[in-house]
């Protein structure tokens, strides 16, 4: 009975495990219902390959500036526990306007280079580089215990020679961000274009039905599924936590 009683005590006593989750900062293209008219964002589908719960906070038509300066980034750092994943994709929207539409950042990949753009009012902006957000915010989540991954923009429709484009400089400043805050880099933009370049331009457009950036929920899976290939052609921790459908997802590595 004594020992008994000890054993109800220690289980007492025991700090509670918290599982852990994976937290998702992007635009619509990650996004639930980001592009509108039954498009949908390829977070909605990342949970099923997984063992553990995936909580969608893109929002469509942001930004590594915009995500960074409406305090979403912010949001996901007070949230996360230690051993939390967060997976960070921008580039769609972060490219250059005339006026500045709140979204642009200074082009280049220094993480000290700024430049000055002007708002529609005639009001004078100073903005950063893309690298000089994403790695901010990596640094802020490492600083809590959670592990960053921070994955290139997805591929639009947009084919040259029977194959997906070349990716645009924000995949290549998405790489940079990684390799200089030393967490994992996920190539989804190679990834989701290998897969779109074995299923072919015909049957890919069908998953473009707006415009040629948002996913029908079938291209979205896609476009999941190549985010799983790409963790499990990878290092990083998380594709620990693939489970057999995400092990069974299709095409190898690049």
């Known amino acids: 009975m004594f020992s008994q009683s000890i054993v109800v005590l220690s289980l007492l006593a025991a700090p509670l495990v918290c599982a852990q989750t994976v937290y998702m900062a992007g635009d619509s293209t990650m996004a639930r219902n980001g592009g509108g008219s039954g498009s949908d964002g390829w977070g909605q589908y990342l949970g099923q390959y997984l063992t553990i719960p995936v909580v969608n906070n893109a929002v469509a038509g942001r930004s590594s500036r915009s995500y960074t300066e409406e305090g979403r980034f912010t949001t996901i750092i007070n949230t996360v526990k230690n051993g939390d994943y967060v997976v960070i994709e921008f580039g769609h929207n972060d490219g250059t306007a005339n006026p500045d ?9 220094g993480y000290d280079t700024t430049a000055t753009v002007t708002a529609a009012n005639g009001t004078k902006i100073l903005v950063h580089t893309f690298p000089y957000y994403i790695q901010n915010a990596v640094t802020s989540l490492k600083a809590k215990g959670a592990i960053p991954i921070v994955s290139s923009q997805t591929p639009s429709n947009d084919w040259s020679g029977g194959a997906i484009v070349a990716g645009p400089r924000f995949v290549g400043y998405a790489q940079t961000a990684a390799s200089r805050t030393g967490v994992t880099y996920v190539n989804h933009y190679g990834y989701v274009a290998n897969s779109f ?37 990878g290092t990083d921790s998380l594709k620990s936590k693939v489970n057999s459908a995400g092990q069974a997802v299709p095409n190898g590595c690049i």
């Not at 890919?204 to 963790?231: E, I």
């Open 101 to 109: 539409n709140g979204r642009q950042v200074a082009v280049g990949d």
């Open 197 to 233: 370049n074995k299923l072919g331009q015909s049957t890919t457009s069908t998953f473009f039905p707006v415009d040629h950036t948002h996913f029908t929920p079938a291209g979205a899976n896609v476009v999941a599924q190549s985010f799983v290939r790409g963790l499990l052609c």
